[in-house]
């Protein structure tokens, strides 16, 4: 149900109160629901965003050019899932390797996961072998806007409360637990109560809200907590371009037996990662490279560049290879970043309406990640020479120290990561803090290596695990 005046519920004493109403905070109140359990889901947005609520999402950035933050989130009910682009694919098992539980026991949420986001039952994930050093994978497409899909049906709830407007400001307690938490709902001060908290504030607000707690209130959590610190995103840039010939293209899948031969289309895609044993044996990062094909003629000016640099090679695609269409192709990445403790959430000087510091984000890329992707380039390179399915030009930046522009910074990940040793994490298996017994970190800030896949899909899985974990502990 929703919330109209919040003074009404001061003296209830919730089971769990749910700050942040994005993917992470629906769904673990989803799964709390199922069990019958009720829980306040506090949102300091409305149904959406207005033009004063920038004025919570600002922001520093120190270090190399990121994301605007006014845009990097959103602040209303369904959280960032409002604009997002609803792309969906699972982290790989090895990017769990250094986890408190593994990749086998957050999928066992896979399919509540794939329900809440509305993918197809029987669409699933694939990670076909390219060659020996590469895969080939997918990407399903999530049409939920968290805020339209379960606007009516949290209406109708009598075990989801949801109060609009109400931004938590911190936390209050002590070192094993927090007692309230205060909160400006409208224009009213107001201090709530519960069993157990659990903060869905997104990738960056979680760290803030930690860190300025701890700020009120020096004895709250304990020092060593490296709070806001291992932060990270998936840098996005364009790695080069190319030509993909048709014809010889698609045998190459045919041949090689791939159950998924990619359907070209003008603007369809394919995305190639690399395999396990090759990021071991070159020492790299992971990265997701997508390919994005557009249909050229023959008059095309890159074609005719090609004819006159390299015309046997061009007689060859004609004359062996027998191919008629040829498709301009450019190459982009999503790369994973390697958890650094420097990188990381501060609290800045400058403060929102409501005397909360706004983030101070000191963000790097490395020349480890820029290799990573060069690495993996380069052998996406030589297979299309050695099967004469295609060219591929790189960018010159991938081999000089010049900077290269990230295009997205909307995963944001780490700060309050997860971990058995209270002095390089955050939370513990369960998302719970170290040292306070009642309160619960909720979404990727949690994530302890990143890869390179799309968040939110682990997002909505690990929800689902606290909401089942929490239920557990209603007795
Ligand atoms: C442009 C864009 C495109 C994206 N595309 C993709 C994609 O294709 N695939 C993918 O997997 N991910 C994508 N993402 C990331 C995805 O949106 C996030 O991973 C996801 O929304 C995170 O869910 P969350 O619930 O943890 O946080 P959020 O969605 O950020 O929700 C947090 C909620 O908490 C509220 N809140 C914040 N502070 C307070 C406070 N102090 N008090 C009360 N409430 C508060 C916010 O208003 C918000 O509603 C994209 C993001 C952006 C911005």
Known sequence: ??????????????????????????????????????????????????????????????????????????????????????????????????????????????????????????????????????????????????????????????????????????????????????????????????????????????????????????????NELPIGNYYMDHPYYSLGEGLVFYEPFVNYFKKNKLKNIPILTCNSSLFISANNSFLKSNKILNSGIYIWFQEIEEKNNLFKQVRCVAPNFIKNIYENLKVKKKYKINISTQQEQSPTFSNKINLGTKKDPNGTPYPLIYWQKSKFEKKSARVISEELSKLFIDFDIGRISLHSELYNDKDYDVVAGNHQMGGTRIGNNPKDSVVDKNLKVHGIDNLFINGSSVFRTGGHSHPTYTIVKLALRLGEHLSKLNV
């Open 1 to 222: 149900m929703i919330v109209k005046d919040l003074l009404n519920l001061k003296n209830i004493n919730f089971f769990a109160i749910i700050i942040g109403s994005g993917p992470a905070g629906i769904s673990t109140a989803l799964e709390l629901e199922k069990k019958k359990i009720k829980s306040l889901v506090i949102e300091a947005g409305d149904l959406e965003q207005k033009d004063s609520d920038l004025n919570f999402l600002n922001g520093k950035v120190i270090g190399h050019k990121y994301a605007d933050l006014t845009h990097a989130r959103l602040r209303q009910f369904g959280g960032s899932s409002g604009h997002w682009g609803g792309n969906c694919n699972p982290m790989n098992a090895e990017n769990f390797n250094d986890w408190p539980i593994s990749k086998k026991e957050i999928d066992k949420y896979s399919e509540k996961a794939r329900k809440i986001l509305n993918l197809n039952l029987k669409e699933k994930f694939y990670n076909e072998r390219l060659n020996d050093h590469l895969n080939t994978y997918n990407i399903n497409w999530s049409n939920v806007k968290f805020g339209e899909k379960y606007l009516e049906h949290i209406k109708k709830s009598k075990y989801i409360y949801l109060s609009l407007k109400t931004n938590l400001r911190n936390f209050e307690g002590n070192s094993k637990s927090i007692n309230s938490i205060n909160c400006n709902n409208f224009k009213n001060k107001i201090k709530l109560k519960a069993k157990y908290y659990i903060l869905s504030c997104g990738g960056i607000e979680n760290s803030r809200i930690l860190l300025w707690s701890k700020e009120l209130d020096k004895g709250l959590f304990t």
